[in-house]
């Protein structure tokens, strides 16, 4: 079975990221949506829990996906998943130099291969990161996040 997981802290999942799952999907078999539980760079997040429940309603009607919290390394938690890709996406070229050595760790560290997916143009922008500052200062950001459609 070809397993690839798709790891962040999805604070909040946009619509970029569900782009990232929709185009890795047709790769796999199981592609595992992995939640972030303990991201020390990010200490005022909702809950892994809280996270995970709007992706999971989300994905509720495909069978190939999976939504699970995890703790510690990416290539820790591909291994436990038997994963054998880690699938990422690609915004920029600063995106790529660091999503460039974290594929090389992964290799090195656990014989896992890293899946790099460019952005469609049109999400270029789109970030978790600025949509929590534009909510923070009331902004509707509601097109920026993925409706129910699988």
């Given at each position: 079975m070809r397993t690839g997981i798709f790891v962040g802290s999805f604070n909040p999942f946009t619509i970029g990221?569900?782009?990232?799952?929709?185009?890795?999907?047709?790769?796999?078999?199981?592609?595992?949506?992995?939640?972030?539980?303990?991201?020390?760079?990010?200490?005022?997040?909702?809950?892994?829990e809280e996270r995970m429940k709007a992706i999971i309603d989300l994905y509720s009607d495909e069978p190939r996906?999976?939504?699970?919290s995890y703790q510690g390394l990416a290539i820790d938690f591909a291994k436990a998943e038997k994963a054998q890709f880690i699938?990422?996406?690609?915004?920029?070229?600063?995106?790529?130099?660091?999503?460039q050595w974290q594929a090389?760790?992964?290799?090195?560290l656990g014989g896992i291969e890293t899946i790099l997916?460019?952005?469609?143009?049109?999400?270029?922008?789109?970030s978790s990161s600025a949509l929590r500052e534009l909510a923070h200062f009331g902004v509707d950001i509601s097109s920026y996040l993925p409706k129910k459609s699988l």
């Amino acid at each position: 079975m070809r397993t690839g997981i798709f790891v962040g802290s999805f604070n909040p999942f946009t619509i970029g990221h569900d782009s990232i799952v929709r185009r890795a999907l047709p790769l796999f078999d199981r592609l595992v949506i992995g939640v972030v539980g303990d991201n020390v760079h990010k200490p005022d997040m909702p809950s892994a829990e809280e996270r995970m429940k709007a992706i999971i309603d989300l994905y509720s009607d495909e069978p190939r996906i999976e939504v699970k919290s995890y703790q510690g390394l990416a290539i820790d938690f591909a291994k436990a998943e038997k994963a054998q890709f880690i699938v990422k996406g690609v915004r920029t070229v600063s995106d790529f130099e660091h999503e460039q050595w974290q594929a090389d760790f992964n290799r090195k560290l656990g014989g896992i291969e890293t899946i790099l997916l460019y952005t469609e143009p049109e999400l270029a922008s789109v970030s978790s990161s600025a949509l929590r500052e534009l909510a923070h200062f009331g902004v509707d950001i509601s097109s920026y996040l993925p409706k129910k459609s699988l």
